[in-house]
């Protein structure tokens, strides 16, 4: 196995290994646009190949091969396509629109398979998606596969599912209802039974170092001195033992091992698998775990300088052959370090787990004063760039705030998370919340929370600010800049489903009680206002309606409004001659915000939910869970 270090040279000349690589790509025929992209890239992807690679005496050869392979997916890319990345390039800032929605599902809970999804185009539309995720629908181990981010071919979808072609299909088909596809692709690892692993653990050459495989404990030992265990109930430590005695990497489940990104050549097979589906019709890539992706001894082996090396590489290729292709960033690390992945350089768009994780501490202790420090000084974004903001997604619930912000605060970080884990699994006296937990470490007390929406949210208990609370929570990521996420079926108020627990491959994993099927009935039921379903989604429809029609929720531009309330978080989102002023309400009772709060604005508002005038001079009153999105003018 071997591992780059990143030395100060590739090639002593390197404008002349860039002329001869732009030489052979011309001579290969590649077209003028081709090439008018490669020259723009190829010194920015020479200069991160020689920091990755330069030790590497094929690394000049490696990287020729990468851009002929970008040159020839290039070729192959449909006419379809090459026109997306027209407009694209026309409209660059395409994914800052207030009109971006997204939704996220999966495939066979939701629809059964790829036709299903298909024929919830029109419920899309209705809906106003932009932006459909359809979680992992790769070929995957039977059994437990992680949710399918156990990879056995980036190139055939789950035969369950329906096939490569019939995603191509759907891409195509969504685009022309207006809705970008977006998938996973798992960066980090692959599954054991991928084709590269059986030939690795084989010693097929050109494979050997694909993965990183040791004789004996002696370097596992070493690495595993600074590197956390990230599922602990299903192995210690970072690696796994093979039947044959050597141990290979496997930061997260045994039937997942890292790639080797110190090989060039797995660099090259990862490209070649991206472009492969950016010619599918895929619009975003979901990076996942890209935090691990690098190995370095002495080092906790998360968010190395090398991980963001590697995704701009990556994207300085896709910029050649796929230029309308998005990243997106999944890092759910310290806030610190999630916004370090995000640039037009790196990944353009990125989650935001503060932002979620915050919503919900903000509902448990009915104290909106840590989000709003969040949103005042951890929201702002480089140019170009976005957040998906979400309100929960397929995975569990991490409190990923800075203990120092929360110390600012008088919050002690250890305690507090205690306290939230606690109340959200409804072991704590008043909780609303029917949470479960994962991966709960009882010696710690470490855990994560699992719940749908409306679960966590209290309509499951019965809780009388239930569904406020989920049209809160939604209010804010649809408010606050950037792009909205939806997990469907939480716009219907999904409840958990614990049949899981009876399931031995979903057992083990409390993730499945908030991955429940496409509620049939609450679906049937959102247009009665009798029903918490049709509540929710009328309130959240309108919601979404709106903010289509305000351009003052385009973009990332946000300005804390504090007040001295400290359960109300505010901002404004400011516009032409005009802002939104949003203020929401996280206790269990109503509020004033009083006159002097709001002198900087003039009297007159407009409540663009009701679409009724507002007067702001004798202050604002806020009911218990409530939003209000004002459209004010600045004294």
């Known amino acids: 196995m071997r591992q780059g270090v990143g030395v ?13 690589i732009l030489r052979a790509a011309r001579a290969a025929g590649a077209d003028r646009s081709f090439l008018a992209r490669a020259e723009a890239q190829l010194p920015r992807l020479h200069d991160l190949f020689r920091r990755l690679y330069g030790e590497r005496t094929d690394g000049v050869e490696r990287l020729a091969s990468v851009v002929d392979l970008a040159r020839r997916s290039w070729a192959e890319r449909p006419a379809e396509l090459r026109a997306l990345d027209d407009a694209r390039a026309a409209d660059p800032t395409w994914f800052e629109s207030e009109r971006m929605l997204g939704g996220v599902c999966y495939v066979d809970r939701y629809a059964g398979g790829l036709r299903g999804i298909r024929d919830q185009i029109p419920y899309f539309r209705e809906l106003g998606l932009s932006y459909v995720h359809l979680m992992p629908l790769f070929e995957s181990p039977e059994g437990n596969s992680d949710g399918g981010y156990a990879v056995s071919s980036y190139r055939r979808v789950n035969p369950r599912l329906g096939t490569m072609a019939e995603l191509a299909d759907l891409a195509a088909e969504f685009r022309r209802a207006g809705i970008s ?10 599954s054991n039974e991928h ?18 495989i040791f004789p004996d404990r002696t370097m596992p030992d070493a690495y595993e001195r600074t590197t956390r265990e990230i599922f602990p109930d299903d192995h210690p430590g970072s690696f796994v033992q093979l039947p044959d005695g050597r141990w290979i990497w496997a930061t997260f489940y045994h039937f997942q091992w890292d790639l080797n990104y110190a090989e060039p050549a797995v660099f090259e097979a990862m490209a070649g698998e991206m472009l492969f589906l950016a010619n599918q019709g895929v619009e975003v890539l979901r990076m996942d775990a890209v935090a691990f992706i690098w190995k370095q001894l002495g080092t906790t082996c998360e968010s190395l300088p090398e991980a963001h090396l590697l995704l701009q590489a990556f994207n300085a290729v896709l910029a050649m052959a796929a230029p309308g292709l998005l990243f997106k960033s999944e890092a759910i690390v310290h806030p610190d370090e999630v916004v370090s992945y995000i640039s037009p350089e790196e990944c353009q768009i990125s989650y935001n787990p503060l932002q979620m994780a915050l919503t919900w501490e903000a509902l448990a202790t009915r104290d909106g004063r840590l989000l709003q420090q969040a949103l005042e000084r951890r929201h702002t974004l480089p140019a170009g760039t976005a957040w998906v903001n979400y309100v929960r997604s397929h995975d569990d619930i991490g409190w990923t705030f800075a203990d120092e912000d929360a110390a600012e605060l008088g919050i002690e970080g250890y305690p507090h998370r205690r306290f939230l884990n606690d109340f959200y699994v409804g072991r704590h006296d008043g909780t609303f919340a029917r949470g479960v937990p994962f991966q709960e470490n009882p010696r710690t007390g470490d855990a994560r ?3 749908t929406t409306a679960s966590l949210a209290g309509i499951e208990a019965g809780d009388a600010g239930g569904e406020d609370r989920v049209v809160l929570a939604h209010a804010l990521a649809l408010s606050t800049g950037g792009i909205p996420l939806l997990y469907l079926g939480d716009e219907v108020a999904q409840l958990n489903d614990d049949s899981y627990a009876d ?4 057992a083990g994993d409390s993730r499945w009680v908030h991955r429940p099927h496409r509620p049939e009935q609450n679906y049937a039921d959102r247009t009665d206002a009798a029903t918490p379903a049709g509540r929710v989604f009328s309130r959240l429809a309108r919601l979404i309606a709106v903010r289509r029609e305000t351009p003052e929720f385009a973009g990332n531009t946000l300005i804390g409004f504090g007040t001295p309330v400290a359960s109300v978080v505010g901002f404004l989102r400011p516009g032409v001659g005009s802002a939104v002023l949003v203020l929401a309400n996280v206790a269990d009772g ?8 709001l002198s900087g604005l003039e009297t007159d508002a407009v409540d663009l939910v009701s679409g009724e005038d507002v007067g702001v001079a004798g202050g604002l009153d806020i009911p218990a869970h409530g939003v209000l999105w004002l459209r004010v003018t600045l004294r």
Not at 8 to 20: I, M
Not at 195 to 212: M, R, S, T
């Open 8 to 20: 100060p040279q590739l090639r002593a000349d390197s404008a002349a290994d860039v002329s001869r």
């Open 181 to 190: 596809l977006v998938v996973d692709f798992i960066f980090n690892h692959t």
């Open 195 to 212: 084709e590269w692993a059986q030939k690795a653990v084989a010693g097929v050459p050109g494979y050997e170092d694909f993965y990183l």
């Open 449 to 451: 929370v699992t719940g």
């Open 503 to 506: 399931d031995p491959h979903e």
């Open 590 to 597: 109503a509020v004033h915000v009083d006159a002097l709060t």
